[in-house]
């Protein structure tokens, strides 16, 4: 990675760093690292909670998070030692889990989607840096983000159905949103790897760009991103967000709402 990245990590204090993942915030910017790359950043339960735990420990200051992981691979997904009789130590196998009743299966499940939602906060805008392998629970860490710069090298692939699962971390709503239901169903059908150059085609990325020059790009995406009023990215973050839940009638209602608070607010009339 970029030394100029390594070195405003390593200035900025750590808010977290536990199981994996390491939460750094600098002023408006805060950056949440994935930091096990000599498991190319595999994922796990403690991983997950962690990542959730950043999440409730971002301050009101913060306008953009960025997620990245360390070393040659983004992620390469759920840690195999899942789908082991021992699991991981202190957790329930995977197999113990499904042996249990359906209602604390589905409780479990709940818990981990958890560490993937809180990206999409309308109050802040998430920006995945994704390089080599974001393969299944990497691949929808990178889809829980709102904005996606990826290296030149980067290789996405949704492997559970290989594995006889379905993607259960709250890859498939976005996925589709972005490629269209035929292109979603035929990359988690086949499990085949979606390189830099249809990501960007496609709109699952927003740039890519050589992997040296991949912290350079996110550094900038965020500097562009901070130009703006914050509370006129929210609002706009809001419209956007809710255009698939609404009719032509009801976003151009939601669009004049939205219009009218930032006015009386620009006035000196707000709440």
Not at 159 to 184: F, I, K, M, N, W
């Amino acid at each position: 990675m970029a030394s100029s990245e390594t070195e405003s990590t390593t200035e900025s204090a750590a808010v977290l760093d536990r199981d994996g993942v390491r939460l750094t915030v600098d002023d408006a910017v805060a950056t949440v690292t994935l930091t096990h790359p000599a498991k190319r950043n595999a994922q796990s339960p403690a991983l997950w909670r962690a990542l959730a735990e950043a999440g409730r420990l971002l301050p009101g200051t913060v306008r953009v998070v960025v997620l990245r992981g360390e070393g040659k691979s983004f992620s390469a997904g759920l840690d195999r030692q899942a789908f082991t009789p021992e699991g991981f130590d202190g957790e329930p196998s995977f197999l113990d889990m499904a042996r249990g009743p359906e209602a604390e299966l589905d409780a479990i499940i709940a818990e981990y989607q958890e560490a993937f939602t809180w990206w999409r906060r309308s109050d802040i805008v998430t920006v995945a840096a994704v390089q080599g392998h974001a393969i299944g629970a990497g691949f929808q860490l990178a889809l829980a983000c709102d904005l996606r710069v990826v290296a030149d090298d980067v290789q996405f692939a949704m492997r559970e159905t290989s594995l006889g699962l379905v993607p259960d971390l709250t890859g498939t709503h976005p996925l589709v949103s972005l490629v269209g239901y035929a292109r979603a169903l035929e990359i988690c059908a086949t499990g085949r790897f979606v390189h830099a150059d249809e990501a960007t085609r496609t709109g699952l990325a927003n740039i890519a760009v050589p992997a040296a020059e991949l912290d350079a790009a996110v550094q900038d995406l965020a500097g562009a991103l901070l130009a703006a009023p914050r509370d006129a990215v929210i609002e706009t973050k809001a419209l956007l967000q809710g255009v698939s839940g609404r009719t032509y009638e009801e976003q151009r209602n939601a669009e004049r709402a939205a219009q009218g608070r930032r006015l009386r607010d620009l006035a000196g009339l707000g709440d």
